[in-house]
């Protein structure tokens, strides 16, 4: 497969299916879609390279959006991500193509829209195949990648450069510095080659949005939740009604449980999810059902859209639908990144796929 441009429809296909797959999280849908129609309207149209084609000796960016939900809403990502990459190649050199960091409905458009600024390609892979709280969940991090230099650069045109001991204290040391930013930037780092891109990220995350895009499109006035659940060779876990949602903020993070309560014949049966901004972990009648690297979402019974955390709310008639991981997702080392994730959510277990916790 060839690089190719993304246009008008496809990229609206794969804001849905990266919706999709930000697990509940992944930012406000508005400022994705905010993005989407700048692109649209600027004829910015990024190019997409296949992972497989990507040289061996080609450096690779990572550009991230980093921000809460309310500053995201307040104010448009655009010249901070192209800011931060700029100021970071003039560190580190030429750039030869991105990678998102996540796949979700901000950081999967951002890097998209910061591609077609720069004229780089974007590489069809990122670092998680799902949205995710924190970088330990990334690969990166799980295969030791160099997190240096890291560039942060806000609204203001401030920029800050911080070379850390681990992927971990970037995460701690952004997060503040982000807060002090007032609580919006674009960054840019992890400097990794072709070579390792091809052996550690998650292959086909943006094609893989495009499909799940374009299934809920043709099926919206038909059964969307029977044809997601077929295309991503999912589970569908329960039709139900949201019950109750517990939530609170914390360190940067939305911590909480959802728990929705079965219709018709599943009336007495609940499933719960745990979430720390994005799902990752989900109960069946108080059993594990799902846990991360394993992926959850929620799909609006009457919308046919998808639902985040930050749109729930009680009484909400949904789908919830689990994935599979990405095989590259399922090792030891990309488990212990979620270790502390899932213990902040309550679960203190060891991963089991979800094809085996559903078989139980």
Do not use: W
């Not at 069946?284 to 799909?299: E, G, Q, T, Y």
């Amino acid at each position: 497969m060839a690089t190719r441009v993304l246009e008008e429809v496809v990229l609206s296909d794969i804001l849905d299916g990266a919706t999709i797959l930000a697990a509940g999280g992944g930012g406000p849908v508005q400022a994705g879609r905010s993005l989407l129609n700048s692109m649209i309207t600027r004829k910015l149209f990024p190019k997409l390279i296949p992972l497989e084609e990507v040289s061996d000796s080609a450096r690779v960016a990572v550009p991230i959006a980093m921000g809460s939900c309310a500053t995201l809403l307040e104010n448009f990502l655009d010249f901070q991500m192209v800011g931060a990459l700029e100021t970071y190649r003039k560190i580190v050199g030429s750039i030869d193509a991105l990678i998102p960091v996540e796949t979700g409905q901000i950081n999967t458009l951002a890097v998209l829209y910061t591609a077609a600024k720069t004229n780089l390609p974007v590489i069809d892979a990122d670092g998680t195949g799902r949205s995710i709280p924190e970088f330990k969940n990334t690969v990166f991090y799980s295969r030791k990648a160099n997190p240096n230099p890291f560039v942060m650069y806000d609204s203001a045109r401030n920029n800050v450069t911080i070379n850390a001991s681990s992927l971990d204290e970037i995460d701690r040391l952004g997060r503040t510095i982000c807060t002090e930013m007032g609580g919006l930037c674009g960054a840019a780092g992890i400097d990794v080659s072709g070579a390792m891109v091809k052996e550690i990220a998650v292959p086909e995350t943006i094609s893989q949005c495009e499909r799940l895009g374009r299934v809920l499109r043709h099926n919206r006035d038909k059964d969307p939740v029977s044809a997601l659940v077929n295309e991503g060779g999912g589970f569908l876990l329960m039709r139900g009604l949201i019950e109750k949602i517990e939530s609170k903020v914390a360190h940067g993070h939305d911590y909480g449980s959802l728990t929705v309560s079965g219709l018709g014949k599943e009336r007495n049966r609940r499933v719960r999810i745990g979430f720390k901004n994005e799902g990752l972990v989900a109960y069946r009648d108080n059993k594990p059902a799902v846990i991360s690297p394993d992926h959850i979402f929620m799909l609006d019974l009457f919308t046919h859209m998808p639902v985040t955390f930050t749109d729930a709310v009680e009484g909400l008639a949904l789908a919830v639908i689990a994935f599979r991981a990405h095989p590259k997702r399922r090792t030891p080392a990309d488990y212990d990144g979620f270790r502390a994730s899932l213990r902040d959510v309550g679960y203190t277990g060891e991963y089991v796929p979800v094809e085996e916790l559903l078989a139980e």
